[in-house]
């Protein structure tokens, strides 16, 4: 993701969030997250490819709208003009700043760990449902996208619901609900990888995103 759609998202997360109930304020962050999540449902048609064409065809296919993509906001994007407030600062300060927030750097590597975590996993589902399961490349690209889909629906937006329930006790739980969250699944995630059965590791793996 470029650095201008980064601002723009979180510029976005802000003006929502002031126009939100603040106790309510997780449950609307994690329904905005649930798009990337969901977009993440391509193996669904992407299989199909894979099946239709070399692998080789597929990543042009893939890769080419994207170009198209690109060609088109370099030519017809235009950045805009700043705010005096909205001035560069210096990436020594910035850094300086964030990284004397304890909480901020633990969360940072939390979120590294777990990202690279699902990296793996997303790479190694599609090979696992071949080899082991012996589906084609299209079905195996259906049930990936079809657990994609589900699990990045509900799962953010009940993790931020629940969150916002607990915080009305304690306000750690608003971040401390995703770590529970994160553990909880670690069981579902190695069960799916155990069982014989293609339905009951399609549901265990869905529950474990």
Same mark, same amino acid.
């Given at each position: !993701?470029?650095?201008?759609?980064?601002?723009?998202?979180?510029?976005?997360?802000?003006?929502?969030?002031?126009?939100?109930?603040?106790?309510?304020?997780?449950?609307?962050?994690?329904?905005?997250?649930?798009?990337?999540?969901?977009?993440?449902?391509?193996?669904?048609?992407?299989?199909?490819?894979?099946?239709? @064409?070399?692998?080789?065809?597929?990543?042009?296919?893939?890769?080419?709208?994207?170009?198209?993509?690109?060609?088109?906001?370099?030519?017809?994007l235009r950045e805009p003009a700043?705010?005096?407030?909205?001035?560069v600062q210096p990436v020594r300060?910035?850094?300086?700043?964030?990284?004397? !927030?304890?909480?901020?750097?633990?969360?940072?590597?939390?979120?590294?760990?777990?990202?690279?975590?699902?990296?793996?996993?997303?790479?190694?589902? @599609?090979? @696992?449902?071949?080899?082991?399961?012996?589906?084609?490349?299209?079905?195996?690209?259906?049930m990936i996208g079809a657990m994609? !889909?589900?699990?990045?629906?509900? $799962?953010?937006? !009940?993790? $931020?619901?629940?969150?916002?329930?607990?915080?009305?006790?304690?306000?750690?739980?608003?971040?401390?609900?995703?770590?529970?969250?994160?553990?909880?699944?670690?069981? @579902?995630?190695?069960?799916?990888?155990?069982?014989?059965?293609?339905?009951?590791?399609?549901?265990?793996?869905?529950?474990?995103?």
């Amino acid at each position: !993701m470029i650095s201008g759609d980064k601002r723009s998202t979180s510029r976005g997360h802000r003006v929502t969030i002031a126009h939100c109930k603040s106790s309510r304020s997780t449950t609307v962050l994690s329904a905005l997250s649930t798009h990337p999540r969901i977009s993440r449902s391509r193996p669904s048609w992407t299989g199909w490819l894979a099946d239709a @064409f070399h692998w080789r065809e597929v990543f042009l296919i893939v890769g080419l709208p994207g170009v198209a993509v690109a060609a088109l906001a370099f030519f017809l994007l235009r950045e805009p003009a700043r705010a005096p407030q909205e001035q560069v600062q210096p990436v020594r300060e910035v850094l300086s700043t964030l990284l004397a !927030m304890p909480s901020l750097r633990q969360l940072m590597l939390a979120s590294s760990i777990q990202t690279l975590t699902l990296a793996a996993t997303a790479s190694f589902n @599609f090979a @696992f449902m071949l080899r082991v399961h012996e589906l084609t490349s299209s079905q195996a690209g259906l049930m990936i996208g079809a657990m994609t !889909m589900i699990a990045g629906g509900y $799962g953010p937006y !009940m993790g $931020g619901a629940i969150g916002d329930r607990l915080a009305r006790r304690d306000p750690r739980w608003r971040i401390g609900c995703l770590g529970l969250g994160a553990v909880v699944s670690v069981p @579902f995630c190695v069960a799916a990888y155990l069982v014989d059965d293609l339905t009951l590791t399609i549901v265990l793996r869905t529950v474990g995103m």
